[in-house]
């Protein structure tokens, strides 16, 4: 059975830190993302890391903020956020695909997700 659990998310105030960790178990992935949701908003890509390379994807609005990792003995992604902002709060979603390409941006491409993290920041 294939499962995705995320863990690290929590309240913060703005310009803190938070670092989420998703760990699959089941199956190995040729790139896993994080994605999120905010109330009242459609899921939004957040970033992606391919296994192999590794390559690495950001959404503009996270860039020189966050950053996407992974640790292949443990078969964990992490995403490290820092300098967070209100409008970063949401729910944050794993996920894993077997694209390697910069499709791994879409949701589309992802066929495994997790039940997901809030992360609320205070301003």
């Known amino acids: 059975q294939v499962q995705l659990v995320e863990s690290g998310g929590g309240l913060v105030q703005a310009g803190g830190s938070l670092r989420l960790s998703c760990a699959a178990s089941g199956r190995t992935f040729s790139t896993m993302g994080w994605f999120r949701q905010a109330p009242g908003r459609e899921r939004e890509f957040v970033a992606a890391?391919?296994?192999?390379?590794?390559?690495?994807y950001y959404a503009d609005s996270v860039k020189d903020r966050f950053t996407i990792s992974r640790d292949n003995a443990k078969n964990t992604v992490y995403l490290q956020m820092n300098s967070l902002k209100p409008e970063d709060t949401a729910v944050y979603y794993c996920?894993?695909?077997?694209?390697?390409?910069?499709?791994?941006?879409?949701?589309?491409?992802?066929?495994?997700w997790g039940q997901g993290t809030q992360v609320t920041v205070s301003s």
């Open positions: 996920a894993g695909s077997h694209v390697t390409t910069a499709q791994a941006m879409h949701s589309t491409a992802y066929t495994y």
């Open positions: 890391i391919t296994w192999s390379g590794p390559n690495t």
